[in-house]
């Protein structure tokens, strides 16, 4: 059974850094893909950052480069989305996601989702 879930995130103000987790089982990351994506409310889920297996290329939203950086740590089976210059608009429920396809900023590239953690970033 494939299970990811997800922690770390939390209420921060604007400026300020979260640090994600993704912790599977089930799967590995050396196959699988890797997404993270965020919805707010009222909002349709959008893809803030991708890793693929193997290489580890990566990939973001345009409004989060620069800022996030998303990482993984085979040994742990963990994937890792580092979140720094937060803003309120960064406000949502993050979810991480796996596929076995390339990773890509589109859910319907992952087979496996999280239950989400709520990011809240007050102004």
């Known amino acids: 059974e494939v299970q990811l879930v997800e922690s770390g995130g939390g209420l921060v103000q604007a400026g300020g850094s979260l640090r994600l987790s993704c912790s599977a089982s089930g799967i590995s990351f050396r196959t699988y893909a890797v997404g993270w994506f965020r919805q707010a409310p009222g909002k349709e889920r959008e893809g803030v950052a991708c890793?693929?297996?193997?290489?580890?290329?990566?990939d973001y939203l345009d409004s989060v480069k620069g800022r996030f950086t998303i990482s993984r740590d085979y040994a742990k089976k963990t994937v890792y989305l580092e979140m720094n210059r937060l803003e309120p608009e960064d406000t949502g429920v993050y979810y991480c996601?796996?596929?076995?396809?390339?990773?890509?900023?589109?859910?319907?590239?992952?087979?496996?989702w999280g239950q989400g953690t709520q990011v809240t970033v007050s102004s």
């Open positions: 996601a796996a596929g076995r396809g390339s990773a890509r900023l589109h859910a319907s590239a992952y087979d496996f």
């Open positions: 890793i693929s297996p193997g290489a580890g290329t990566s």
